[in-house]
């Protein structure tokens, strides 16, 4: 990019909706004297990629409220809908001539498709004599920055976090965030036209609609989307809020029932807060530090590195961007192709406490504490031996923070398929994880209501005289006989 300011920018949003420590939106306010924002929405690219209503609404609601705060800066944000990223290139280079752009920012995204686009829109905008700048905004280190010795990417998470923490233990993300843009003059909006017709007979509007093609209308009102605040505010909020507790994190945060986890990744996701203003908020608990005097900030802090690592793996390993297991023999697992036991789990019904009540409180509120993902990977992928993919995918359809990177790696890691997974010899006892994180049922209780009555030990395994009582189904596999048959699976991979 030139040194000399543009006279006319444009900001391309994706996951990165907020006005503070933003990358590109700093980038494109500091590099051009006047200049716009614009949204591209790609719902069959999405559909395709497994975002659900959920995701998608976030998404949107925030895009609304950043559009409003950008508003009163007098910048206009545009937005328009397209069928997927195939047509991005085009419809891009279209707005840069109509709108007569100079200069185009936008933050990395590193999916394998997400990159293959922004390669194309790099190609299509130089024909036309437009730069492309893409910045470094969702990781706190630029993926394919980490590599070992032999200049590979780690594929192991304990080496990957020696690394990085050699490099950045010096407590450079604490520093001040960068600053959202300046406030316009009041004729700047006046610069930009209402509207533009597209050649794809897809206008560029203003409007910022309730939904795309093919996805349902957000539940929760214009503020929220299944209860949850949406937005930079909410975001922050949210930041503040865990700020106060983060100390005692480490204590708690196995426990669904305790809110002390951060319930900051749905926001992280839509990019309402930074991953920066994530870790600078812990870095200030703990001295600075990676690893420090607050043993909270400390457990948080790897938490974020364990995302980091997952957006890495990207890159260095793009395979997993294609429906493939990291490991290559994992592969030839004989899953089971059990679809009413799926739906089962899918629904909550599988007569298993501590799974059913994790998986309502996710289909009812698109979220899921993370102690939880792993004990319902498990149980899906080791006691009902069903194929990783299956989760993976419903899990995207869901959660509000359904991010490829996590998510993928999540399940991976727990069906030994996986970068630094899980040994397929351990398999969590979903009985003895509510016994030990449930203690007292009261999980179980908010999310499953047809064993309020049971008493506390009851209530995690009741008893088969109990299942007559209740409407609630008996268990849908004997847990310990189907642990066996998956190591037993697993092992015979090795033959």
């Known amino acids: 990019m030139s040194d000399k300011p543009f006279r006319r920018g444009l900001m391309w949003l994706r996951n990165d909706l907020r006005m503070h420590d933003n990358t590109a939106l700093y980038r494109t306010d500091r590099g051009c004297q006047s200049w716009a924002a614009v ?12 975002d659900g209503d959920n995701v998608v609404a976030m998404r949107l609601r925030s895009l ?17 809908e397209l069928p997927g990223f195939g047509d991005v290139p085009a419809a891009l280079s279209q707005i840069a001539q109509k709108l007569q752009i100079d200069a185009l920012y936008a933050n990395a995204e590193y999916p394998l498709n997400e990159q293959r686009r922004d390669r194309a829109v790099r190609d299509a905008l130089k024909i036309i004599g437009v730069p492309v700048e893409y910045c470094s905004d969702r990781t706190l280190t630029p993926p394919g920055s980490l590599t070992t010795n032999s200049g590979d990417g780690f594929k192991v998470f304990t080496p990957f976090k020696r690394a990085f923490i050699a490099r950045h233990d010096n407590g450079a993300e604490g520093s001040a965030s960068l600053p959202a843009p300046r406030k316009k003059s009041a004729d700047h909006l006046a610069q930009w036209p209402e509207w533009l017709a597209l050649e794809s007979k897809h206008n560029l509007v203003r409007k910022i609609p309730e939904t795309v093609t093919g996805y349902g209308v957000a539940d929760g009102g214009e503020a929220k989307v299944l209860g949850w605040p949406v937005g930079e505010s909410a975001g922050q909020a949210q930041l503040q809020d865990f700020a106060a507790k983060i100390a005692d994190y480490h204590r708690w945060r196995d426990f669904p029932a305790h809110p002390n986890t951060s319930r900051l990744s749905p926001y992280l996701n839509c990019g309402a807060v930074s991953i920066r203003q994530c870790a600078q908020m812990a870095l200030a608990e703990n001295g600075g530090r990676w690893q420090g005097a607050s043993e909270g900030a400390s457990s948080w802090l790897n938490e974020l590195l364990w995302r980091e690592f997952y957006q890495h793996l990207l890159v260095h390993y793009p395979r997993i961007c294609r429906n493939q297991s990291f490991k290559p023999e994992t592969e030839r697992v004989p899953w089971s192709n059990n679809t009413s036991d799926f739906q089962r789990w899918c629904d909550g019904q599988t007569g298993v406490p501590i799974v059913d009540a994790a998986m309502r409180q996710l289909n009812q509120t698109g979220w899921m504490h993370n102690r939880l993902r792993m004990v319902v990977a498990s ?25 490829f990177a996590a998510n993928n790696g ?16 351990r398999v969590f006892n979903p009985y003895s994880q509510s016994r030990r994180f449930d203690p007292d049922g009261e999980f179980i209780r908010t999310f499953v209501p047809e064993l309020t009555d049971l008493s506390d030990s009851d209530i995690h395994c009741p008893p088969q005289d109990l299942f007559s009582q209740v409407d609630y189904p008996p268990p849908i596999c004997d847990v310990t006989e189907s642990r066996k048959h998956a190591i037993e699976v697993f092992a015979n991979l090795k033959s």
Not at 379 to 403: C, I, S
Not at 412 to 425: K, L, M, R, V
């Open 379 to 403: 149980f899906l992928t080791k006691n009902l031996l069903t194929d990783w993919r299956k989760g993976e995918h419903y899990f995207m359809r869901q959660l509000l923070d359904a991010d």
């Open 64 to 80: 609304q409220k950043l559009q409003q705060a950008l508003g009163q800066k007098n910048i206009p944000l545009y937005f328009v």
């Open 410 to 425: 999540g399940w991976q890691w727990a069906a030994s398929t996986g970068t630094d997974a899980a040994p397929y010899f």
């Open 39 to 50: 949204f591209i929405a790609c719902p069959q690219t999405w559909d395709s990629h497994g």
